[in-house]
């Protein structure tokens, strides 16, 4: 089992930068493969990107694409999504997930740990 906290939302103006950090802890963090959704206001949850366990292969939904960047750190069991060139399109609740094994799909259903979410909000 993995439990994972989120940090480091907050407001920002459009074309700032904000870095999201995901702490997990358990066994064998580092055998899990793991990504980053967002939930805007009134809308289902959504994929953001994601990352294989060994952090060589990653994924972005096409909005985020170039400006956002999953990496991981499996010494230390973190997770980050640096996010650069924010837009209001981007406010959300953010939320780190983990599944054991690589990641095979980008689908909130596909994932089985859950942190507790951190509020992004980008104002133009």
């Known amino acids: 089992q993995v439990q994972l906290v989120e940090s480091g939302g907050g407001s920002v103006q459009a074309g700032g930068s904000l870095r999201l950090d995901c702490a997990a802890s358990?066994?064998?963090?580092?055998?899990?493969?793991m990504g980053w959704f967002r939930q805007p206001p009134g809308e289902d949850r959504e994929y953001v990107a994601t990352i294989s366990t060994d952090g060589r292969i990653t994924e972005y939904v096409a909005s985020v694409k170039g400006r956002f960047t999953i990496t991981r750190d499996n010494v230390q069991n973190l997770l980050y999504l640096q996010m650069n060139s924010l837009k209001p399109e981007d406010t959300a609740m953010y939320y780190c997930a983990a599944k054991r094994g690589d990641v095979y799909s980008t689908s909130p259903l596909s994932f089985t740990y859950w942190g507790q979410g951190t509020r992004v909000a980008v104002s133009s």
């Open positions: 358990g066994y064998a963090v580092s055998t899990y493969g």
